[in-house]
């Protein structure tokens, strides 16, 4: 990649989102770019899409639907009853549409909240940074650092069920993709033990 400037992108960033999500948005550039070093993806794209990751997390729910409408995203019915998951949705068009950067960056943000199936090694790294970066103070957050640290899969795996239970003890949608991401990360672990 040519030389990109982060200072634009920060900016962008920063004009979008509240102190709150910009300090988060910074922590997880930070844990992606540790983690891309640790498992070896280049950390210097680590570190944008870390910081892109959540650039349309506090767009309006009208306005998320007008872009949307704009560039011929089709929501499916569960997508539109769960707003929460617009924003990797958005934010991958967005980035496209503004930034020329590598195809797996727009990947990592597309995918950093529900997983996919046969998730590409930026992708997991992205997820699991948001799960694990500094400013997160969930019950269980230390042992998904942890986890973190030692294997990659173990902490999709852990990532993953905490986010089905988690959407399940309040009986919300669990996206497809996140279930198709859950089985792969199982059934990939159980090859690898039984090879």
């Known amino acids: 990649m ?6 634009i992108l920060w900016a962008d960033v920063r004009g979008r989102l509240s102190d709150f999500r910009f300090y988060h948005s910074q922590c997880v550039a930070e844990e992606a770019k540790k983690l891309a070093g640790r498992y070896g993806w280049d950390p210097a ?8 990751h959540d650039i349309m997390k506090e767009q309006p ?14 929501l499916t019915p569960l997508e539109k009853r769960c707003p929460k998951l617009w924003h990797a949705m958005a934010g991958e068009v967005y980035l496209r549409r503004h930034y020329p950067l590598p195809e797996e960056i727009y990947g990592a943000v597309r995918w950093h909240t529900t997983g996919r199936e046969n998730m590409t090694l930026p992708e997991k790294i992205l997820f699991v940074a948001d ?21 990659l899969a173990s902490a999709m795996e852990e990532g993953l069920r905490f986010t089905i239970e988690d959407l399940a003890k309040d009986c919300r ?12 990360v199982l059934i990939d672990e159980k090859e690898r033990i039984n090879v």
Do not use: C, K, W
Not at 2 to 7: A, K, L
Not at 134 to 145: I, K, L, Q, S, W
Not at 173 to 184: G, K, S
């Open 61 to 74: 729910r009208e306005e998320a639907l007008a872009f949307f409408e704009a560039n011929g995203v089709s």
């Open 173 to 184: 949608p669990i996206h497809p993709d996140t279930l198709a991401a859950y089985n792969q």
């Open 131 to 151: 799960f694990v970066s500094a400013d997160r103070d969930y019950p269980g957050v230390e042992d998904m650092r942890v986890r973190a640290q030692q294997s």
């Open 45 to 52: 794209l680590a570190y944008i899409a870390g910081a892109a």
């Open 2 to 7: 040519n030389e990109f400037d982060i200072s």
